[in-house]
Nanobody
Framework: DVQLVESEGGSVQAGGSLRLSCAAS?????????MGWFRQAPGTEREGVAA????????YYADSVKGRFTISQDKSKNTVYLQTDSLKPEDTAMYYC????????????????????WGRGTQVTVS
């Protein structure tokens, strides 16, 4: 079975940082084309915040996090990271990582339907 396990989130003050990780197991990393981070705040729809093409250098960010969040990968550990800096209260949400086993065109990297495997989510609270 495919498993995506996010690290524990946390509570931080505005301006602080958190590093989230997503460890993938049960899938062939070579057959995973794209991994993304999404988030969902109460009462809102889930939105994509960052995505990375596996094995490549292409990274994508939502405008709301550009310049503050950084997505990276460690292929040797089958792990993707999301470094979140200069956090704001509006970044408070449940964060999910997702994996896509098919090629994802850039215009769809923040489309939920492009991803077939999801983690259970981790809570980030910024006060």
């Amino acid at each position: 079975d495919v498993q995506l396990v996010e690290s524990e989130g946390g509570s931080v003050q505005a301006g602080g940082s958190l590093r989230l990780s997503c460890a993938a197991s049960g899938l062939t990393y070579r057959s995973t084309y794209c991994m993304g981070w999404f988030r969902q705040a109460p009462g809102t729809e889930r939105e994509g915040v960052a995505a990375i093409l596996i094995g490549g250098t292409n990274r994508y960010y939502a405008d709301s996090v550009k310049g503050r969040f950084t997505i990276s990968q460690d292929k040797s550990k089958n792990t993707v990271y999301l470094q979140t800096d200069s956090l704001k209260p509006e970044d408070t949400a449940m964060y999910y990582c997702a994996a896509a086993s098919a090629l994802v065109p850039p215009r769809l990297v923040f489309s939920e339907t492009a991803y077939n495997d999801w983690g259970r989510g981790t809570q980030v609270t910024v006060s």
